[in-house]
């Protein structure tokens, strides 16, 4: 069974730094697209930042400049270097990644979140 374990939320002061991270585990046959996405209360979930298997990452206007997406394929791993945060950037954090597992069709799979909060 695929899972998706995300780490390194937590609080910061604004113009603080994080870094998340998502492992993958389970039979996998390959892994595609990996990404991030926000949900903050009352907000719909949203697009972070996502990076294909080549490489080419995308950010949402609100993050670029300030977040860096990056994947390590050998162990299943995607990353978010979190800098200059703001209290908008305050949210639950989730990955998700397209993912083929061994004898299964293709789909998007999720982690369970992790909270990051930007409050002096």
């Known amino acids: 069974q695929v899972q998706l374990v995300e780490s390194g939320g937590g609080l910061v002061q604004p113009g603080g730094s994080l870094r998340l991270s998502c492992a993958a585990s389970?039979?996998?046959?390959?892994?595609?697209?990996m990404g991030w996405y926000r949900q903050a209360p009352g907000k719909q979930r949203e697009l972070v930042a996502d990076i294909t298997a080549g490489v080419s990452a995308n950010y949402a206007d609100s993050v670029k400049g300030r977040f860096t997406i990056s994947r390590d394929n050998a162990n299943k791993k995607v990353y978010l270097q979190m800098n200059s945060l703001k209290p908008e950037d305050t949210a639950v954090y989730y990955c998700?990644?397209?993912?083929?597992?061994?004898?299964?069709?293709?789909?998007?799979?999720w982690g369970q979140g992790t909270q990051v909060t930007v409050s002096s």
């Open positions: 998700k990644m397209g993912i083929t597992p061994a004898l299964l069709r293709s789909s998007d799979y």
């Open positions: 389970g039979s996998i046959v390959s892994i595609n697209s």
